[in-house]
């Protein structure tokens, strides 16, 4: 695992910091050991939770550096960091305040937990809906010895609706959740104007998009160009949808969960 780890994140232009690839692997391990007793993945061979959950997660670390703090400057990763491609050989930003994320429906920790780990300075949210995966996760967190992690088992479309969450972080993220028009509705209300939503998605999601196009509009979000990577080793291709927020989420969103099935944005 190590091995591909290593060599999977040098392909997509990431440098670990010192400990994670060992961290990676306790985690894989306590992955497979629990999900002998609890549902947390159909993947629990060793290359496949390297590449598929793994490294497919940590293509996202990249696109967070255009999250960074409102007011530019010297807060703003995008500048800090340079370029805007994925990755780019560098943490995010060594010395600064970490990014304020959160992870909603996190499930077994994706991909939340790998960019904690990839970039320590993240102050991140893990957010789900299943109480025994997020008190399983708080385990993970202390035997990983994760500092800036908060595990909430909480519904996102109820959570959002709080003090301190709403319009508040610098970017949540979100894989295998709900369609695109959905998911806008439980990520982007968390999101502060300045900030990126971004959702882990397939490259047949073109109509989905389109389909999110009025929920992105309504919630106070533009669509970015979206990013199609290829998972080293895995021979798949995944597509990042990018929402940047633009304004604050209009009163009365997220609506109820059986509103925003039953009535998609
Ligand atoms: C298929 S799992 C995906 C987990 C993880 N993101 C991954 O990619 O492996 C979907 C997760 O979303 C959670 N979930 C679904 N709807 C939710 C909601 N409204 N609020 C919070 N969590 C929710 C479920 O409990 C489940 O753990």
Known sequence: MREILNRGLEQMGLT???GAVERLEIYARLLVE???VMNLTAITEPEAVARLHFLDSAAVLGYLRGAGHAGGGDNTLSVACGDSSPG???SLRGDAPGL???DVGTGAGFPGLVLKILEPSLSLTLLDSLGKRVKWLETVCRE???EGVTCLHARAEEQALEP???DSFDAAVSRAVAS??????LCLPYVRPGGTFLAMKSVESGQEILSAQGAVKRLGGRLEEPVDYDVPGAGVTHRL???RKISNTPKGYPRKWAKIKKEPL
């Open 34 to 36: 629990q999900n002998k």
């Open 180 to 185: 695109l028009p959905l998911l806008t509705e």
């Open 164 to 166: 301190g969450f709403r």
């Open 88 to 90: 780019g050989g560098a």
């Open 241 to 243: 949808v990018r929402v």
């Open 16 to 18: 670990a910091p010192e």
């Open 144 to 146: 990983l010895g994760l």
């Open 100 to 102: 304020r994320v959160i």
